[in-house]
């Protein structure tokens, strides 16, 4: 480790600014290393879970309109496969965070990412059309037709980055998390287990009140959503000899989606019926990334 030998100030040693400055400046430290910081510099009993920090970064996503006056609508996608709609500024401006010339994450780091971001959804005329999977049907009489929600609709909110370049133009999911492009019987979606760095939104709330004769179901009635915090986290330890280098990191949207089961695997598929009219609204957040290794 570095050690510094400045001598003591002796009789006759200028005590003016100048000559001060330049015996602090010994003790000025830009650049942390393995040369001039050790293990005795830290209260090691703070560090049992050995992991050190080594990178730090977030910054605002959305448009940040916190009285939300002015916000970015997202409307049902009901053409498929769908391709995710990058969380922007409102301008059409993407909010995606760069890391420059790259981010490393060697073997035996980890990568930790949160955000968040206040949204809010407005339900569709369509949600109990034929072919959508956001109601049940009963048999009531003298109704033969009784439909309420499933409560299943929602958007999903999902990480993507690019491992490409610096010029972030190859966006894909993060590993652990789908497209939700697959296909599944006559839909499109991604089973439950490809959902790792997904966030899910309710897309509709309605409520069925007990009518006076207590027969049920009673028909559903929609009731107002309001603006609602979103938020998500993802962790990625990279467990094999080679170093991956990051260049951006972004969230996207996609909806509305349904659970679906096929076999024995649970799914999330678009329902394009239901997102039909269906549109969500949203303004600001923040995205941040940490990077640890083990000591």
Same mark, same amino acid.
């Given at each position: 480790? /570095?050690?510094?030998?400045?001598?003591?100030?002796?009789?006759?040693?200028?005590?003016?600014?100048?000559?001060?400055?330049?015996?602090?400046?010994?003790?000025?430290?830009?650049?942390?290393?393995?040369?001039?910081?050790?293990?005795?510099?830290?209260?090691?009993?703070?560090?049992?879970?050995? $992991?050190?920090?080594?990178?730090?970064?977030?910054?605002?996503?959305?448009?940040?309109?916190?009285?939300?006056? /002015?916000? +970015?609508t997202v409307n049902g996608m009901?053409?498929? =496969?769908?391709?995710?709609? =990058?969380?922007?500024?409102?301008?059409?401006?993407?909010?995606?965070?760069?890391?420059?010339?790259?981010?490393?994450?060697?073997?035996?780091?980890?990568?930790? #990412?949160? $955000?968040?971001? *206040?949204?809010?959804?407005?339900?569709?005329?369509? $949600?109990?059309?034929?072919?959508?999977?956001?109601?049940?049907?009963?048999?009531?009489?003298?109704? =033969?037709?009784?439909?309420?929600?499933?409560?299943?609709?929602?958007?999903?909110?999902?990480?993507?980055?690019?491992?490409?370049?610096?010029?972030?133009?190859? @966006?894909?999911?993060?590993?652990?998390?789908?497209?939700?492009?697959?296909?599944?019987?006559?839909?499109?979606?991604?089973?439950?287990?490809?959902?790792?760095?997904?966030? !899910?939104?309710?897309?509709?709330?309605?409520?069925?009140?007990?009518?006076?004769?207590?027969?049920?179901?009673?028909? *559903?009635?929609?009731?107002?959503?309001?603006?609602?915090?979103?938020?998500?986290? $993802?962790?990625? =330890?990279?467990?094999?000899? /080679?170093?991956?280098? #990051? @260049?951006?990191?972004? !969230?996207? !949207?996609?909806? +509305?989606?349904?659970?679906?089961?096929?076999?024995s695997v649970n799914y999330l598929?678009?329902?394009?019926? @239901?997102?039909?009219?269906?549109?969500?609204? @949203?303004?600001?957040?923040?995205?941040?990334?940490?990077?640890?290794?083990?000591?």
């Amino acid at each position: 480790m /570095s050690r510094i030998t400045d001598g003591p100030i002796v009789s006759g040693d200028a005590l003016d600014a100048a000559s001060l400055n330049t015996r602090f400046a010994s003790y000025t430290q830009t650049d942390l290393n393995q040369f001039n910081h050790r293990d005795a510099a830290h209260d090691l009993p703070q560090f049992q879970t050995g $992991w050190l920090l080594t990178h730090a970064q977030e910054q605002l996503i959305g448009l940040n309109d916190w009285r939300h006056t /002015s916000t +970015v609508t997202v409307n049902g996608m009901t053409a498929m =496969p769908a391709n995710p709609h =990058p969380i922007e500024d409102g301008a059409g401006n993407p909010t995606d965070m760069s890391f420059g010339a790259g981010l490393t994450v060697a073997n035996g780091e980890v990568l930790r #990412v949160y $955000w968040n971001l *206040s949204a809010k959804a407005t339900q569709g005329s369509n $949600w109990d059309s034929a072919g959508s999977l956001g109601y049940y049907g009963f048999n009531n009489a003298p109704n =033969p037709d009784t439909k309420e929600d499933t409560w299943g609709g929602c958007w999903v909110f999902y990480l993507e980055w690019d491992v490409t370049s610096s010029a972030r133009a190859n @966006y894909v999911p993060v590993p652990g998390q789908g497209d939700f492009k697959t296909t599944v019987g006559s839909y499109y979606g991604d089973s439950l287990a490809s959902t790792q760095a997904t966030s !899910v939104m309710p897309s509709g709330l309605r409520y069925a009140e007990l009518p006076d004769n207590g027969s049920l179901p009673n028909p *559903s009635s929609a009731s107002t959503q309001r603006w609602r915090g979103i938020s998500g986290a $993802w962790y990625y =330890p990279r467990t094999v000899p /080679s170093s991956l280098v #990051v @260049y951006g990191i972004r !969230v996207v !949207v996609k909806g +509305v989606l349904h659970p679906y089961r096929s076999g024995s695997v649970n799914y999330l598929v678009h329902d394009t019926v @239901y997102s039909n009219g269906a549109s969500l609204d @949203y303004n600001g957040g923040n995205l941040a990334v940490l990077k640890h290794r083990v000591r």
